[in-house]
């Protein structure tokens, strides 16, 4: 695979956001699966306590699970970047519009396969 026409301090300075975005994500899944513990520690008196507890137990999770998801993302980009791939739409092999690349480093696809994707028209990769 060919490194994209960017120059190694662009490449680098994706690098450096990715990684710190990917350190944010870590300490935010970590803080976010403690609430959730210290919420089942909690015991809640009366119904209304319950249902609130339950709540914000599914919020939490689903808060979670979606900053694990943006984790695997940033992973992956960092991964494509180590490899020399980054910047190259994991579908179709062009390069990725640099303006959707600095908005969103770690994206997988160029927009158009991205909305192929969203249409149910292109089948989901995991790279």
């Not at 089942?40 to 900053?67: C, G, M, V, W």
């Not at 695997?72 to 980009?77: D, F």
């Not at 249409?119 to 989901?124: A, C, S, V």
Request: glycine content about 4%; proline content about 1%.
């Amino acid at each position: 695979m060919k490194l994209l026409s960017m120059d190694k301090k662009k490449l680098e300075s994706f690098k450096k956001r990715l990684e710190t975005r990917q350190d944010e994500l870590r300490r935010m899944v970590s803080r976010t699966e403690q609430d959730g513990r210290t919420i089942d520690e909690d015991s809640a008196q009366d119904i209304a306590d319950r249902a609130a507890s339950s709540y914000t137990k599914e919020f939490l999770f689903h808060q979670s699970n979606n900053d694990r998801q943006l984790l695997q993302m940033v992973e992956g980009a960092l991964s494509r970047l180590r490899e020399g791939s980054f910047g190259e739409c994991i579908a179709c092999g062009k390069e990725i519009n640099a303006k959707r690349l600095e908005a969103v480093p770690w994206t997988r696809h160029c927009i158009e396969c991205q909305e192929k994707l969203e249409q149910g028209r292109l089948e989901e990769a995991q790279k």
